[in-house]
């Protein structure tokens, strides 16, 4: 999804963006607001020096992996060969968002393809980047957007929070098969997606 | 087909195992709490009831069957278009073997497992390790449980009976190493370890499906650990298993089944993955396989075709009193709480149905919580009436069926108690038979009923006194609501002849309001007893019986709760087969009472302080489950204490849970009830009350019984001895 021209950030927008970061919150995710991809790649490389990036994300968004090394990371994008064992010890993922959902505080991921996949299985700790347009209030949005796209092979994952298990005892823990930790960016700024980075 | 060990003997290792008890009564508050917090935040957020919510999603499975091979066929052509194999099987051999022989045809000699009901169904692990391919179950619960060689005993939390001092050991035992019991973080990460490593190394990954969405021939499928999605993406062949009921047409109806499936199951507004498959990824092959076995069967049955809504979520268990006893293991075969009393004896045969149907106390609370509305406890009599018909109901059947033959005639009762009043007459004191403790410490008997004194057999039953004349004119009230108002009292057969003082001090309280009490004659029993038991024919008699006692047109009114609940609720499914009879049962509901309905807001309707004697000692209310369930009656009795008695009422936890009492459970499984009922007197002590109040007979002896053998110092009283005791003193 690629936004287009600059943006408008309306009261209802902001508002909206409100309630979402109180649902992320709650689901045990943290918020932050940033303005564009050079402050996303700055908050990864805050996370990391090994950072790894959803080959879906790397093919719209090439300007992030320099970014990345700009900060002085590793930067790692699996391979369709062997992906698991590309990102086996990478502990920082980055993803792009398809949509956010007020309603839940949830970001749907659609990640077809094994190499995509891996990314938010197998990272300790999960950074999913989504634009402030593509922020919507309920479930039924998401439910639209995967009629649209129906009728082809897909794999699309609303994903709300860090992984978590209470098997035992109903005790909560988090971090199980998936990430310990889940960070939502939400971009608010004017830069197009594909702008150059700044030397 | 199952591999389950036999019901008894499950029965006995769940009450022998004191985490079973302990760990799932606190889930079960636990649950109660996220689960009744996130319903409240989903009405808020929605702006409709539960009710609302629930009726639409029901609809929406109701829709699906009423047109269920549009949708299968749907469903299975836009899969098959994303690149899908979809096969039909209708028994779980077939499923076996399809899915064995695609495993082996793939190389497979390790399969990652997330977590699937329907596998756990067709018994699919014991197939696939004689066939050298060994499963290894991903979900921490299914994964602990394959450890310790166990089958799940919840739907959504499958090891909730193990507690974590059982499961450090079981780590400690199969892993060899150090687990500190208290230490959950490090065996879940310990988990985490030593699943990585199969999912890595395993070519064939199979999972369930939470719903399969005909309109995009898409998996859903939810899970909050991630295990799900590793073994659904990682292997090169992804099997999916699935119930042919699970269809949904659009994404949009998913989205209402999100909704209520994780608030229902553990509190949570959504899982942490709702994942969305449309055929498989590039490079791997999908085979769908949906499941019949015995699923046309139940459409076909209209008393249990609701059944098929079902979305798995586990609410049904979560608010079960004797699961909370039990668990799973024994309340349920592979499918556990309510819905596995109904769908079992499809599934799996009426052999494996018909051990955990005696468990059912028919409180109604799984009703009042299911998300898609099954009427559970009314198809888990269905159930048991095939139960009781076949002959796996055994030589206890038999008995049952005998006695409540017997018991139809009210003069064999009535001469059988006359001849118990008088034997028993030595061992009479304070309401009970005081069986001397030599006989209820130890031995046979005190399992059965040390833990309950029985009641006294009293040597007049309450229609002698009752007779015209007999009864001394009480004090009236100051307002009359009733004045010249002719009341057919229902006295119950239970108190009529073991609790003969609260249809008495009910007669009482109805003259001291002005009320002509009439006694019909005929009156006997309103087959309750018969209905709970799976004897539907001889409680369909009992209800004609009672129809015809009470035809004459004026208010009934019964002291006892649970005769309404059979009366209003109960008798017009019993009589379904005719509309004339049905008319008839409804007429009478409309006129039937229980005694709080009809004092606090019917034609009886007394006065705020009327009944205030100045008397401030706290008490206490147990909501009869029936009433709290099945007749969605609230706080009234509490309310009509405060406000017409001028009672302090000290709420009770738990109010609306079943005591234990249920019918034919109680004798039939005193252990089970032994359990309900320690936990509803641990109620009771938190409050400190030294009177108890509730509005049941069948409940009220079995709480003096419970109260007397324990040594506590509780007053139990029937709301009616309760209030005659504040009438005004006759001048
Ligand atoms: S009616 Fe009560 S005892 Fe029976 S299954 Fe439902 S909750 Fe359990
Ligand atoms: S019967 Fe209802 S409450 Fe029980 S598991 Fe199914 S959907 Fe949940």
Redesign the pocket.
């Known amino acids: 999804m690629t936004p287009s021209g600059p943006r408008t950030d309306t009261g209802r927008d902001s508002a909206r963006r409100t309630r979402l970061r109180a649902r992320v919150e709650a689901a045990a995710s943290s918020y932050h607001e940033l303005p564009g991809w050079e402050e996303v790649a700055a908050h990864a490389a805050g996370l990391s020096d090994r950072v790894a990036v959803a080959p879906s994300l790397h093919t719209t968004q090439p300007a992030l992996a320099m970014r990345l090394e700009a900060e002085g990371c590793t930067v790692v994008v699996p391979g369709d060969e062997d992906p698991a064992a590309d990102v086996a010890d990478v502990p920082v993922a980055v993803v792009g968002g398809e949509l956010a959902v007020v309603e839940t505080g949830s970001v749907l991921v659609a990640e077809h393809g094994l190499a995509d996949r891996v990314v938010t299985m197998l990272c300790q700790r999960l950074v999913q980047v989504v634009p402030a347009e593509v922020v919507v209030d309920r479930l039924e949005d998401v439910a639209a957007w995967l009629a649209e796209r129906s009728g082809r092979a897909s794999f699309a994952s609303l994903m709300t929070g860090p992984s978590r298990t209470a098997d035992i005892e109903r005790s909560l823990t988090i971090g199980v098969q998936g990430p310990d930790e889940v960070d939502v960016l939400v971009l608010t700024g004017t830069d197009p997606v594909t702008e150059e980075p700044t030397p | 087909m199952s591999t389950l060990r036999p019901f008894e003997e499950r029965y006995a290792t769940a009450l022998a195992d004191p985490d079973v008890r302990g760990g799932l009564t606190a889930f079960q508050r636990g649950w109660r709490d996220s689960r009744d917090a996130a319903i409240a935040d989903l009405e808020q957020q929605e702006g409709r009831s539960f009710d609302e919510l629930r009726a639409e999603l029901a609809g929406i499975k109701d829709g699906v069957l009423a047109d269920w091979e549009h949708h299968l066929d749907t469903f299975t052509t836009n899969a098959r278009a994303a690149g899908a194999e979809v096969v039909r099987v209708a028994t779980p051999g077939e499923a076996n073997a399809l899915i064995t022989e695609r495993m082996q045809a793939a190389g497979a000699d390790l399969l990652v497992k997330g977590k699937s009901m329907v596998s756990e169904e067709i018994g699919l692990n014991a197939h696939l390790e004689a066939a050298g391919i060994p499963p290894v179950e991903t979900d921490l619960g299914e994964w602990i449980l394959q450890l310790a060689e166990e089958t799940p005993s919840h739907l959504v939390m499958p090891a909730i009976h193990k507690r974590r001092h059982a499961v450090a050991g079981l780590f400690e035992r199969v892993l060899d190493r150090p687990f500190p019991p208290d230490d959950i973080d490090r065996m879940v990460k310990v988990a985490r370890t030593e699943l990585r490593e199969r999912f890595l190394a395993s070519s064939v990954g199979l999972s369930g499906a939470n719903a399969l969405i005909a309109e995009g021939g898409a998996i859903m499928l939810v899970c909050n650990e991630g295990n799900n999605r590793m073994s659904v993406a990682l292997p090169q062949l992804h099997v999916v298993t699935a119930g042919i009921e699970k269809l949904l047409p659009t994404y949009a109806d998913a989205m209402r089944q999100v909704r209520l499936l994780g608030r229902s199951a553990t509190g949570q507004p959504i899982t942490v993955y709702t994942n969305f498959l449309t055929g498989p990824r590039p490079g791997q092959e999908q085979l769908i396989v949906l499941l019949d076995n015995g699923r046309t069967a139940m459409a076909e049955d209209p008393d249990v075709a609701d059944a098929l809504r079902c979305i798995r979520c586990g609410a049904?268990?979560d608010?079960?009193?004797?699961?909370g006893i039990v668990g799973g293991h024994a309340?349920g075969h592979v499918y556990t709480?309510?819905i596995g009393?109904v769908n079992t004896s499809f599934h799996h045969g009426i052999e494996a149905a018909a051990g955990p149907q005696s468990?059912?106390?028919?409180?109604?609370?799984?009703?009042t919580v299911c998300p898609v509305d099954i009427p559970?406890?009314v198809q888990?009599l269905e159930v048991r009436e095939t139960v009781a018909r076949s002959e796996s109901a055994g030589s206890a059947g038999r008995v049952t069926r005998s006695a409540l033959r017997a018991f139809q005639h009210p003069g064999l009762v009535d001469v059988g108690l006359r001849v118990a009043g008088v034997v028993t007459t030595p061992l009479r004191r304070d309401g009970v038979t005081a069986v001397p403790s030599a006989l209820t410490s130890r031995g046979p008997l005190a399992e059965r009923i040390g833990w309950r004194t029985p009641p006294a057999v009293p040597l007049r039953p309450a229609r002698d006194t009752l007779r015209p004349g007999r009864l001394e004119e009480p004090p009236r009230l100051a307002d009359q609501p009733l004045a010249g108002r002719k009341v057919q009292l229902f006295l119950q057969c239970l108190s009529d002849r073991l609790a003969p003082g609260i249809p008495i001090a009910a007669a009482k309280l109805l003259r001291a309001a002005g009320a002509q009490v009439i006694v019909p004659r005929d009156q006997h029993c309103c087959g309750l007893p018969a209905y709970d038991s799976g004897e539907q024919d001889t409680a369909r008699d009992m209800v004609r019986q009672t129809m015809a006692a009470l035809a004459d047109g004026a208010d009934v009114v019964t002291p006892a709760s649970s005769c309404l609940a059979m009366l209003a609720h109960d008798a017009p499914h019993l009589l379904r087969g005719d509309t004339v009879e049905v008319e008839r049962a409804q007429e009478l509901a409309g006129r039937t009472y229980d005694l709080i309905s009809y004092l606090a807001s019917g034609p009886g309707r007394l006065p705020a302080g009327s009944l205030d004697d100045g008397d401030r000692t706290p008490v206490t209310v147990h909501r009869f489950?029936q009433a709290s369930?099945t007749l969605g009656r609230g706080e009234a009795i509490e309310a009509f204490l405060r406000d017409v008695a001028g009672a302090p009422v000290v709420p009770l936890p738990e109010a609306g849970e079943?005591c234990g009492f249920?019918g034919s459970t109680s004798v039939r499984n005193p252990e089970l009830s032994a359990g309900i009922l320690d936990r509803k007197l641990g109620c009771v002590d938190r409050t400190a009350a030294s009177i108890l109040i509730t509005d049941n007979p069948g409940c009220i002896l079995h709480l003096r019984g419970g109260v007397h053998a324990s040594g506590r110092g509780v007053e139990v009283l029937h709301l009616a001895e309760y209030l005659v005791r504040r009438l005004p003193v006759a001048t």
């Open positions: 049904c268990a608010v079960c009193p004797p699961y309340f709480g309510a009393l468990l059912c106390v028919s409180c109604g609370a799984c009703a559970l406890p888990i489950c369930n079943c249920g």
